[in-house]
T-cell receptor, first 114, second 115 residues
Framework: AQSVTQLGSHVSVSEGALVLLRCNYS??????LFWYVQYPNQGLQLLLK??????LVKGINGFEAEFKKSETSFHLTKPSAHMSDAAEYFC????????????FGGGTRVLVKP | DAGVTQSPTHLIKTRGQQVTLRCSPK?????VSWYQQALGQGPQFIFQ???????QRGNFPDRFSGHQFPNYSSELNVNALLLGDSALYLC??????????????FGDGTRLSIL
């Protein structure tokens, strides 16, 4: 069975500082990995995806994530936080095709301080 | 290009009642998945529909059922509502397994409150 663990339910960063959100997964087969962002009262928006191509994945809004098989990790980073990055972020894993079910982590809420 | 649309946006029901939520997938998508997101938690997979059949199911009781129509739209039905069913219900659409690089696209959800 696949699972996702996000370390830290809340992260506070200053505007302009590095954003680092941690995600570890377990999967019995090579996984597909995703990061989604959720703004208040909205659904989930895809930030980026890893589907067995390059291990460093670039997404929207300046975010990127690195797949490390040896560490079973897929951490999300952004070099310089902006106030608009305040939201909840979810890491998710899918075994096999993207049409298959997603298993989500518990989420990390990001607060950006001016 | 319309994305995933869900209706209604908010719904209030009482315990024991039944509810139907609706979802229209993104244009070109043929697979619909439903998720339940309780307050402060990540979404939990309920089930997935493709070719009008339930293809996968998560750990939810039979009170949760669904349907997919020929135009790929979908309904989620919940019977005998419990207080614990209060949550944001998210619909996601995608292409079928043959297009493995396509991620799931989410709607804005239906907020269901049980009194």
């Amino acid at each position: 069975a696949q699972s996702v663990t996000q370390l830290g339910s809340h992260v506070s960063v200053s505007e302009g500082a590095l954003v680092l959100l941690r995600c570890n997964y377990s999967s019995s087969v090579p996984p597909y990995l995703f990061w989604y962002v959720q703004y208040p009262n909205q659904g989930l928006q895809l930030l980026l995806k890893y589907t067995s191509a390059a291990t460093l994945v670039k997404g929207i809004n300046g975010f990127e994530a690195e797949f490390k098989k040896s560490e079973t990790s897929f951490h999300l980073t952004k070099p310089s936080a902006h106030m608009s990055d305040a939201a909840e972020y979810f890491c998710a894993v899918s075994e096999g095709a993207a049409g298959n079910k997603l298993t989500f982590g518990g989420g990390t809420r990001v607060l950006v301080k001016p | 290009d319309a994305g995933v649309t869900q209706s209604p946006t908010h719904l209030i029901k009482t315990r024991g009642q039944q509810v139907t939520l609706r979802c229209s997938p993104k244009s070109g998508h043929d697979t619909v998945s439903w998720y339940q997101q309780a307050l402060g938690q990540g979404p939990q997979f309920i089930f997935q529909y493709y070719e009008e059949e339930e293809r996968q199911r998560g750990n939810f009781p039979d009170r949760f059922s669904g349907h997919q129509f020929p135009n790929y739209s979908s309904e989620l039905n919940v019977n005998a509502l419990l207080l614990g069913d209060s949550a944001l219900y998210l619909c996601a659409s995608s292409l079928a397994a043959g297009y493995s690089n396509q991620p799931q696209h989410f709607g804005d959800g239906t907020r269901l409150s049980i009194l």
